[in-house]
């Protein structure tokens, strides 16, 4: 479980450059080389199947950026919160860095569940 989370982190963070954190949510070809960049830690814990759902969920999460619309699921079904507008993710006056964080969170959690239960069933 440690070798998933330390994969994680350099495949997320150290290996990823910064064209691809800015780009990765504008070009399918900056998420598709972040993906790619970001599953070479895997190599070494996950069998092939597990990989190759790692690498495409993880360009499919960032590009479309799906951390904000399970955020917006997630403030309107469980907080109450309607948004006004399509860039409303929590309600005004929420601090930027709050909102900021939790959606890194969200986007991090996703991230994580998919490695582990990829590498847990797909040998």
Do not use: C
């Not at 994969?7 to 998420?31: E, F």
């Amino acid at each position: 479980m440690y070798e998933q989370l330390l994969a994680h982190l350099v495949g997320d963070y150290v290996l990823q450059s910064h064209n691809m954190a800015i780009n990765k949510t504008k070009s399918n070809w900056w998420a598709v080389y972040h993906g790619i960049m970001y599953s070479l830690p895997f190599i070494f814990i996950a069998s092939p199947n597990a990989l190759f759902v790692i690498a495409f969920t993880h360009v499919v999460i960032d590009r479309l950026r799906l951390a904000v619309y399970v955020t917006k699921a997630k403030n309107y079904l469980f907080g109450g919160f309607n948004p006004q507008s399509l860039e409303e993710i929590y309600p005004q006056g929420t601090p930027e860095y709050i909102s900021f964080w939790l959606l890194i969170l969200a986007d991090q959690t996703m991230h994580l569940l998919i490695n582990y239960f990829s590498i847990l069933y797909l040998k």
